[in-house]
């Protein structure tokens, strides 16, 4: 109902999955006005640049005056949204607003999100009261904590959301629909929310390091950390003063992450410099 009320106006890019069979008879339910996409399935078609995609769907937006643009992913199980000015939001980004509508929307105890995600999540969590459990990077990792029975909401960094014990995994479809229902319960729209995460920055570089020498630099990292705020969860993460940093190896190439994120944007490079270089 409140969706109905709301009466958006959206551009849908199915990009050529199964979802577009579907999806159409559910938004003329909720009384929105439906602008799609790559509306119809077909598995022998390449993929298309997701880039180029993004970026035709945002001028569509902003040309049409769209409410937001979604483009799920041709599995059907992560979106990628574009504000009402065209600008496409970054997964770290649209991460801090569907976590901050969950929790002004539903009472809420615990939340799960990877290791890589934004300090923000703690912000947010804290005007609610709400405990944050940081996890692996990964799909696995995300259904086995939506398991546990405490856990109400697990988001991802990829644009993969859990938001119903119904289904343990992300479903693209229902993320779009969990989110114009928050946004309309709300009273807010994407471009407004996106403005309040503007001050998080992050800085990412990849470090090479040969395979023989990934033991000694983690013995060193687990030395180096001793004592701080730290999380020992896909590598390390650890707290610098305001900021954070993350560094983990990677699993299947010879180098390590090196990731920083800080409301000083300067000050977050000079932390991956600093590690980089040790």
């Not at 615990?110 to 996890?135: H, L, N, T, Y």
């Not at 807010?188 to 929310?193: F, P, Q, R, S």
Request: hydrophobic fraction near 45%; include cysteine.
């Amino acid at each position: 109902e409140a969706i109905a009320r709301r009466r958006f106006k959206l551009v849908i890019d199915f990009s050529h999955g199964g979802a577009s069979e579907i999806f159409g008879g559910i938004f003329s339910a909720l009384n929105a006005e439906l602008i799609s996409l790559n509306a119809y399935p077909d598995p022998n078609l390449p993929l298309a640049s997701s880039e180029k995609a993004l970026d035709t769907m945002a001028s569509i937006v902003r040309s049409l005056r769209a409410d937001l643009g979604i483009q799920l992913a041709s599995n059907g199980e992560k979106i990628t949204v574009v504000d009402r000015t065209g600008q496409v939001l970054s997964d770290q980004t649209l991460l801090l607003i569907v976590t901050s509508l969950f929790l002004s929307t539903y009472q809420t105890r615990k939340i799960a999100v990877p290791v890589i995600a934004s300090m923000g999540i703690e912000r947010i969590a804290e005007q609610f009261g709400v405990q944050v459990v940081r996890v692996r990077a990964d799909h696995m990792a995300m259904m086995e904590a939506f398991k546990q029975g405490d856990i109400d909401f697990v988001g991802g960094t990829r644009g993969g959301f859990m938001l119903s014990k119904f289904q343990l995994g992300a479903d693209g479809m229902f993320a779009t629909i969990k989110l114009l229902e928050m946004l309309a319960r709300q009273i807010t729209d994407i471009a407004e929310l996106s403005s309040e995460f503007e001050g998080f920055h992050r800085v990412t570089e990849q470090v090479p390091c040969s395979w023989n020498k990934k033991g000694q630099v983690m013995r060193l990292l687990m030395e180096h950390t001793e004592g701080k705020n730290r999380q020992l969860v896909d590598g390390a993460r650890f707290q610098e003063d305001s900021s954070w940093v993350w560094i983990a190896p990677d699993r299947t190439a010879a180098y390590f992450t090196v990731a920083a994120e800080s409301e000083d944007k300067k000050l977050a490079e000079s932390l991956v410099a600093k590690y980089r270089d040790q």
